[in-house]
């Protein structure tokens, strides 16, 4: 079992910068690929960001890339996502994910955290 909780979201101007967190909790945190996706309104469920168990890859989409950062600390269990130069097209609620090593699916979520993005 892993529990996910997100926080760091909240109001930002065009080209600003905001920082999410997720605390997670479980025994195979520290083995898992971990993601953040995110959800607008009215549009469907789409990945951000990816990080292997060990930090060393790291996975983007094409709409992030450049300026948003994922990392982890496993001593700490969690996975941050740094956003730099954030549009308006950003605004979504964010979510944590963890993937299973068995079925490579991501089947641990958090609640998500609101971002909006005003210009």
């Known amino acids: 079992q892993v529990q996910l909780v997100e926080s760091g979201g909240g109001l930002v101007q065009a080209g600003g910068s905001l920082r999410l967190s997720c605390a997670a909790s479980?025994?195979?945190?520290?083995?898992?690929?971990m993601g953040w996706f995110r959800q607008a309104p009215g549009k469907e469920r789409e990945f951000v960001a990816a990080?292997?168990?060990?930090?060393?890859?790291?996975y983007y989409a094409d709409s992030v890339e450049g300026r948003f950062t994922i990392s982890r600390d496993n001593a700490k269990k969690t996975v941050a996502l740094q956003m730099n130069s954030l549009k308006p097209e950003d605004t979504a609620v964010y979510y944590c994910a963890a993937r299973s090593v068995a079925t490579l699916s991501y089947d641990y979520w958090g609640q998500g955290t609101q971002v909006t993005v005003s210009s």
């Open positions: 990080i292997s168990w060990s930090g060393g890859t790291t």
């Open positions: 479980g025994r195979t945190f520290s083995s898992r690929t």
